[in-house]
Nanobody, 124 residues
Framework: QVQLVESGGGLVQAGGSLRLSCAAS????????LAWFRQAPGKEREFVAT????????YYSDSVKGRFTISRDNTKNTAYLQMNSLKPEDTAVYYC?????????????????WGQGTQVTVSS
C-alpha cells in the first residue's frame, strides 16, 4: 500500500509562489500515476493536475493551466506541484494521490491512495 505525505503549504500573497511536495513510501513509486486535487471550504474536491508514471505526460485543469506545474522524481519517491501566480481562489487543502496505473485522468475514483492534505492560503 502506498503512503503519501504532503508538505509545503502555507500562507502566501496573491501573485506569489509555493511548491508542494508529496513523499511516498510503499510499493514501487514509479509504477503509479500521481495527481493533485484540492478542496476549498464548502466545495467539492476538484482535480488540479496529473502526471504519468514516467513523468513524460501531464494534464492540468483549466483553472491552473499555465500557472502550476506537476513533476515527479522517481529516484526520490517524491512528486511536486509548483504553483506560481497564485490567486485567492487557489486557497484550499491540497491532496496528493496515486493511481495503480501508468496514466490516470481527472476523476478521483481512479485514485486509490490519498495523503492527509496540506493547507494553501492565498491572501488578496
Amino acid at each position: 500500500q502506498v503512503q503519501l505525505v504532503e508538505s509545503g503549504g502555507g500562507l502566501v500573497q496573491a501573485g506569489g509562489s509555493l511548491r508542494l511536495s508529496c513523499a511516498a513510501s510503499g510499493p514501487i513509486f514509479s509504477l503509479y500515476a500521481l495527481a493533485w486535487f484540492r478542496q476549498a471550504p464548502g466545495k467539492e474536491r476538484e482535480f488540479v493536475a496529473t502526471i504519468s508514471w514516467t513523468g513524460r505526460s501531464a494534464y492540468y485543469s483549466d483553472s491552473v493551466k499555465g500557472r502550476f506545474t506537476i513533476s515527479r522524481d522517481n529516484t526520490k519517491n517524491t512528486a511536486y506541484l509548483q504553483m506560481n501566480s497564485l490567486k485567492p481562489e487557489d486557497t484550499a487543502v491540497y491532496y496528493c494521490t496515486a493511481a495503480p496505473s501508468q496514466v490516470a485522468g481527472k476523476s478521483s475514483y481512479e485514485y486509490h491512495y490519498w495523503g492527509q492534505g496540506t493547507q494553501v492560503t492565498v491572501s488578496s
